[in-house]
């Protein structure tokens, strides 16, 4: 059941939020009744959840009010925690944290382990929405422990179903699909096993198992406890409609996006709307719609506005202090009780024996600090290089498709051009400004997940590298067009590879962009492959200036304004694309070298290790 959670407001007011738990007197703390009022609202609530969570609100609402009365904390756990899981539905995730962080104080307040565990499957939902897939899993299964204990099936399969969705985005596809069937068998035909069918689709899709992955999503839309159910029913048919449109099947992704969409708003939710929305503007502009497509790019913009309105850091940070204070507070208790042996023993200590302990432990906390404080210093230092490395990464990037943007422009502002060569310029513009918003939406998201990781990260999958060449090709179309260069793509489709998409992007766009910007008007840039011994190698292969051999040595091991030159044409460059570029590779474990000549034109070659070839 779970989204990624995208929006949080500052830190002050969530540890307020934590504070609250605590403001019922402590002589009724673990007081419960049995009113029938209140169990009733709290199973209504529950039961809307997922097809109705608006009403699902307002249920909740009572029974806490109901049970604050009451005085029933266990009651009041219960209601906050229906609270957050209706939000969450909603997308409204900055009102699901609040609601989950006050019903973690309540349940710890009285040991209820059942209502701890949920709580800790909700911080958990927090670093998954993150992509902090190591310490969301710590957290699952602390959520499973104490579930456990209490026997409680139906909240294991939701835990297990919670570490399946982290196995997935990490491309563990065999664990991932282990879990879903183990959440299913846990939970014995209840919402979580109706969930399952779901997620079993979507890892099916991303391991390009189309017709497998359709049939979990279709089992999902005919089983009987999915006839209310919009949430579940948005989802499959966004992952038909992800199916359609990779099969290149663009009237059926609309048909499907659609239905998705309608479901999504019917419970305003936020995520499976922006998603859908999403595929139908992708798909219409595969079939060249491209006023329908922006009509849909505005929804996803919409959507993904509201998603991100506040800082991901704050979240982030905000979980990793409450995991510090608790482990200062262990060391606190640890500390204590070797205070209290020490103080037994020092009474049979001599004085020299007691001026020794003091002087070593003196020792070891001066130590401790200057440990401490390098260790910080550099984190800082490794911090403050990658983000400058992501900012090199956007200028560089964006450089490119700028520029044939604004050349376009230029030549609609001064020449006086007939009104059927105006039009196809327009729609020329119009495509590449779509091409543009598209890469620079990818590549804030990826440079987001990079900064809020622990460092530069290959996040792995299976691709095809001639789908992403022909990607790039379409940004720089213009300006070789521009040039008069003629562009042979030879390089053969149904090939993969393994390798994050967008550093894979930012490989071929740098390596294409210096072929385009050192070749001379009229000339040829060649694109082909080559397989050897499990590996495929692309070649990237130009007639331009070539590169002199001091340069050509030290062309990986520098950046900055000394290693840029001008192009045939007088193109600016930035001096640190090639640098990067090594680094990129090296993460996705490839190798990249290059061969050149001075006037006679340079070879540029990245090889990856072959992870599947298209049958002969």
């Not at 806490?64 to 925690?81: F, G, N």
């Not at 070539?546 to 000394?562: C, N, R, V």
Request: net charge positive; proline share 2%; aromatic share 10%.
């Amino acid at each position: 059941m779970q989204r990624l959670l995208r929006t949080l407001k500052p830190l002050g007011v969530l540890l307020l939020l934590l504070a609250a738990g605590y403001l019922l007197p402590a002589q009724s703390s673990r007081r419960v009744t049995t009113d029938s009022t209140l169990l009733r609202l709290n199973a209504d609530a529950y039961r809307l959840l997922f097809c109705n969570p608006d009403s699902s609100i307002q249920y909740s609402l009572k029974a806490r009010e109901r049970a604050e009365q009451l005085q029933d904390i266990k009651a009041l756990a219960k209601a906050l925690d229906h609270l957050g899981y209706a939000y969450y539905v909603k997308g409204s995730y900055e009102q699901s944290l609040k609601y989950t962080t006050e019903a973690l104080a309540f349940a710890e307040k009285i040991d209820d382990r059942e209502a701890i565990a949920s709580a800790y499957n909700g911080i958990g939902l927090i670093y998954l929405g993150h992509d902090q897939y190591d310490l969301a899993l710590q957290e699952f299964r602390r959520a499973v422990d104490f579930a456990g204990i209490g026997k409680d099936s139906s909240h294991i399969a939701a835990y297990l179903f919670n570490a399946g969705i982290c196995f997935d985005q990490t491309g563990e596809f065999a664990k991932a699909l282990s879990y879903f069937n183990r959440a299913s068998i846990a939970d014995k035909g209840h919402h979580v096993s109706l969930m399952a069918l779901n997620r079993l689709g979507e890892t099916w899709l991303h391991m390009r198992q189309f017709d497998t992955a359709i049939g979990y999503y279709r089992q999902l839309l005919s089983d009987p406890r999915a006839k209310e159910d919009s949430w579940e029913k948005a989802f499959a048919y966004a992952g038909l409609a992800q199916v359609a449109y990779a099969r290149a099947k663009y009237d059926t992704a609309i048909a499907y996006g659609q239905k998705s969409l309608d479901f999504a708003q019917r419970i305003h939710a936020k995520w499976d709307a922006e998603r859908a929305a999403k595929m139908l503007a992708d798909s219409y502009a595969a079939l060249h719609q491209y006023h329908k497509s922006h009509e849909y790019m505005v929804i996803d913009k919409l959507y993904n506005d509201s998603l991100y309105r506040d800082s991901r850091e704050q979240v982030v940070n905000f979980l990793k202090l409450q995991q510090r204070e608790k482990e200062n507070q262990l060391l606190k208790d640890l500390s204590g009780q070797n205070q209290k042996t020490i103080k037994l023993r020092t009474v049979l200590l001599t004085g020299a024996c007691l001026l020794t302990v003091l002087l070593i432990g003196l020792a070891l906390i001066f130590y401790r600090n200057y440990t401490v404080k390098h260790k910080l210093s550099q984190q800082l230092a490794t911090s403050n290089q990658l983000k400058d490395q992501m900012f090199s990464v956007i200028s560089h990037d964006l450089r490119s498709p700028m520029a044939a943007m604004q050349q376009m422009l230029e030549l609609m502002k001064a020449r006086q051009l007939p009104d059927e060569e105006k039009n196809k310029l327009y729609d020329l513009f119009y495509r590449q400004v779509i091409l543009n918003n598209n890469m620079l939406n990818n590549l804030l998201q990826w440079v987001t997940t990079q900064l809020t990781g622990p460092g530069i990260v290959a996040r792995k999958e299976e691709l095809d590298p001639s789908l992403i060449i022909e990607e790039v090709l379409s940004v720089y179309t213009y300006l070789a067009g521009q040039k008069k260069i003629s562009m042979e793509n030879e390089v053969r489709t149904g090939m993969t590879i393994r390798g994050d998409r967008e550093q894979l992007k930012i490989i071929f766009q740098n390596i294409i962009g210096n072929a385009v910007k050192f070749t001379h008007p009229g000339g040829t840039i060649r694109l082909f492959h080559t397989i050897q011994d499990d590996t495929i190698t692309l070649h990237v292969k130009d007639n331009g200036v070539g590169i002199p051999a001091p340069k050509l040595a030290t062309l990986f091991e520098q950046s900055g304004p000394s290693q840029s030159t001008y192009g045939t044409a007088k193109e600016k460059g930035t001096g640190i694309g090639l640098y990067l570029v090594r680094q990129f590779v090296e993460h996705n474990d490839g190798k990249i070298f290059i061969t050149s000549a001075e006037n006679k034109g340079t070879e540029t070659c990245v090889s990856f290790a072959c992870a599947g070839l298209p049958a002969s």
